[in-house]
């Protein structure tokens, strides 16, 4: 599947308009299924924030129900594995990817594909999901608005001044201008570019303010006639001519005749970083403002129609284009609007906002509604009156029985909105008076200090879990704050329980109605973000060492395979009880070659090479490698199976996964206790269980363990088991835990049982070394190994003829010489030995097999372009006999690559 960012515009385009649940679920499963071509779909949605899923969506999934209810508590794959939807499916090709956005966790997306995708395909679908988190979101906080503003108070006046009172303390600048002169600039403006209001309006703003280079755009812009639109980043300087780099949206429109520009400017020279997660809350704001979800009718006196927003279109069914420049009085004057009509042309001859009426309409399509219309008229400088019809859909609140009495209560359920939005806040925040005791704190804050909100009102919260020598910076940080100018400070702090906590406060001085001074606080836990931080810093140092130990690899490979060579050598020229010697040194070699194998498995810098193995004897082997890590007061046990279990899979890889479960048990048992590890079949599986006597885990632990960057050690890096959990994946297996506080934990292991033909190692007979008389060209930088390997295959006939350089290479095989064969190391000093291959290709030069050797790793091939199957591969360091049959099979036409 080719990856483009056209696949990103159509999802951005699709899922833009959709207005619900159901509709974003069915168009990001159909453009998943036309881009990213999943074998099965499941998609699940979190509901008000409880652990309850539902399905959303399926292919081959038919004997499941639309939105089926899960348990509490249960699991999306594991539940999808119970209902056998994903049955058939390759291990390692079913994706989980969490909906996560700014407010947290909205959902999960499961996917089951025939094969291993790309990893730049599971990139897409994790900034696919980020954006489909953020629609999700935008949609509940929709619903939850539209809910709630079906409460909100009749009386506008009072919506205005909390706008107002928004605005002027919002930390976005807002500024207005009336045929191009600055009309209003709210404090966030001042506060931004450091001129008063009367300064500002001294100034062509916001032109002034722009750099030179920047002008240009919005010149452009603000040039334009209204209606307009204008957004750019450009760079402003302020006052004191400090560069800042900031965000201006400005719309021009049309208003009772006149020109005004509304825009907004955010300072974000410090979030530039972030300006992905600003540009999402800037648009849910925009969208907020140009989508209120009340009609809104503006009309002549003599009723020719000039503006209906966008709400008209979802509430009534009009287009917007149908209305404007319509009369409202003769060209809708309808039967279905006639007690509508007759009402506006009453209102007509009031001055001022008439109270509002509730009239039992029908929408374009037949539907009938309760809609709330209210009316305005305005006159503009020349005398010309208007009229404004808002109207509210008040269909849900009637039909659930809502009286219009209650309705004059909407100041009451504001204020339990307010409240609401106190506690549900993702962050704590509390309330100080003058004194720092604490009015007021939410759910979030009493978390974060770990006790009931009674230990905390009406006292100093901060002496509570500060230490006394910070106790004075957080109070003199407080009392120099400004009023209404928000300060910043991160905190360490301490939960009663004692845990330690990092804390990022934002604070702000405030004068309330009673003119009393109060200071509101914000805090937000950074502990993990410090952690994540941290582990980050660890991860790049282990990547290093790893690199590293590759380096040293292929030199250690090298010497080994000159080692080999030589001692390939040594068997015509040493007697026959001489022999043994040699046997010895090549015994050596191929022990040495091991331990590097294994070295750079726990680097993570070699692909898994899966075998059948005994694992009895691999529990035994691993056991006597870590009994110097037992310490002497934990007793340590095996019970294994009485018969052999084989199982194929990857030996180091195995050894890892059993000496992490180890290393994690003797942690969990810092007073000394029992290590059992045990081996049985159950059936077609093999079952190892690492079970110690420790302290235990709470199931909430248990539920985190393997996540990546978890851990309860103070120093620990939170990757062992999540590496354990890869590997045991890996290596088709699968791991469980249980565990009891103060009783222990018990580790679980099953793999599949190998039931084939295990084959006995026994000595074999020497093996004649095969010869040969054809010609063999030899590449290789190492002196020591390109003189023993030449030497070697001259003594068996071979015509050799050497070189250390892709360059002598390229001479050699340009002079015209012929060659049955090509043996070439792959990384040479002046490039990467596959350019032999290419210029044979691009030269047509007779196609020659090429025999590609080294000591680097798996993965460091892969990077260099060498592919399994595409070349012959023999791995460093060989013995010369393992050379000799290779080159003999390639040669015969009987190998068939890597």
Known sequence: MKVSFDILKEFARRLGPVSSLDDICNTFVSLLNKHIKPQVIALFITDEGKRYFYLGYGYDLKHLLRNEPMAVGSLPWEWLKQKNAIDGLPEGTVLSIPLIHAGGLEGLLCLGFKKRIPAEVQDLLEVICFNAAGLISQIKAKETIKELRKRESRKYSESLERINLITENAPLGIFIMEERNLAYVNPAVVKIFGYTHEELKQLNFPIDLIEKNDKKTLIEALQTPSPFECKCVVRAKTKNGESRIIRLWARGIIQSGREYLLGTISDITSLRETRMKLKGMEELFLSF??????????????????????????????????????????????????????????????????????????????????????????????????????????????????????????????????????????????????????????????????????????????????????????????????????????????????????????????????????????????????????????????????????????????????????????????????????????????????????????????????????????????????????????????????????????????????????????????????????????????????????????????????????????????????????????????????????????????????????????????????????????????????????????????????GSTVHDAKEILLSGKHFHLIVSDIVLPDGNAIEIFKLMEKNKIQKTPILFISGYTDDMLVKRGVKSGDFHFLQKPFQPSTLAEKIREILNGIDTGI
């Not at 109060?518 to 790893?546: C, F, P, V």
């Not at 059993?658 to 206790?673: E, H, Q, R, T, Y």
């Open 289 to 802: 403002i140009q989508k209120i979800p009340d009609i809104v009718l503006i009309f002549k006196e003599d009723g020719e129609i000039l503006y209906a927003n966008q709400a008209i279109q979802s509430m009534l069914g009009w287009e917007i284009e149908e209305l404007i420049g319509k009369n409202i009085f003769t060209e809708l004057g309808s039967n279905q609007y006639s007690d509508v009509i007759m009402a506006i042309k009453e209102w007509r001859g009031e001055e001022g906002s008439i109270e509002g009426t509730v009239f039992n309409i029908k929408t374009k399509e037949g539907e009938e509604k309760f809609i709330e219309l209210r009316f305005f008229s305005h006159r503009d400088a020349s005398g010309q009156s208007y009229y404004t019809v808002i109207g509210r859909d008040l269909t849900d609140e009637i039909k659930s029985e809502y009286t219009l009495r209650e309705v004059s209560s909407r100041f009451d359920e504001l204020m339990k909105f307010q409240e609401l939005l106190l506690e549900l806040a993702p962050v704590g925040i509390i309330v100080l008076n003058r004194k720092l005791e604490c009015t007021r704190i939410n759910r979030h804050a009493v978390e974060i200090f770990g006790c009931e909100p009674d230990g905390i009102l009406g006292r100093k919260p901060f002496e509570q879990i500060i230490g006394k020598d910070k106790q004075n910076l957080i109070r003199e940080w407080i009392q120099n704050m400004k009023i209404e100018t928000p300060e910043e400070i991160e905190m360490e702090i301490y939960s009663k329980s004692g845990e330690q906590k990092i804390l990022r406060i934002t604070g702000k001085k405030i004068i309330t109605m009673g003119e009393k001074v109060a200071i509101i606080l914000m805090l937000r836990d950074i502990t993990d973000e410090k952690r994540m931080q941290e582990n980050i810093l660890q991860m790049q140092k282990l990547e290093s060492i790893s690199t590293f130990t590759a380096g040293i690899a292929h030199d250690i490979n090298n010497t080994l395979t000159a080692i080999m060579s030589s001692a390939g050598l040594l068997y015509e020229y040493v007697p026959e009880e001489g022999m043994e010697h040699i046997m010895a040194i090549e015994e050596a070699v191929k022990t040495s070659s091991e331990m590097i194998r294994q070295l750079l498995s726990f680097t993570k810098q070699r692909v898994g090479e899966p075998q059948v193995l005994d694992v009895n004897e691999l529990i035994k082997e691993t056991v006597s490698m870590v009994k110097r890590m037992i310490p002497e007061d934990v007793k340590c046990s095996t019970i294994l199976n009485s018969s052999p279990l084989f199982m194929y899979a990857d030996k180091t890889q195995i050894q890892e996964i059993i000496i992490n479960l180890v290393s994690n048990a003797i942690d969990a048992m810092p007073n000394g206790g029992t290590l059992t590890i045990s081996t049985k079949l159950v059936e077609d599986s093999i079952i190892i269980q690492v079970i110690d006597t420790g302290i235990g885990m709470d199931k909430k632990t248990m539920n985190r363990i393997f996540d990546p960057f978890f851990t309860t050690k103070e120093k620990g890096t939170g990757l062992g088991l999540s590496v354990v959990y890869g590997l045991v994946a890996e290596n088709r297996g699968t791991i469980g835990v249980e565990s009891t506080p103060g009783e222990g934990t018990t580790f679980t292991l099953k793999f599949p049982h190998y039931s084939g033909k295990v084959s006995i190692k026994r000595e074999e007979a020497k093996k004649e070394i095969p010869t040969g008389n054809e010609d063999i060209l030899f590449i290789e930088d190492e002196d020591t190994v390109r003189k023993a390997v030449a030497k070697y295959l001259r003594n068996l006939g071979y015509h050799v003829i050497i």
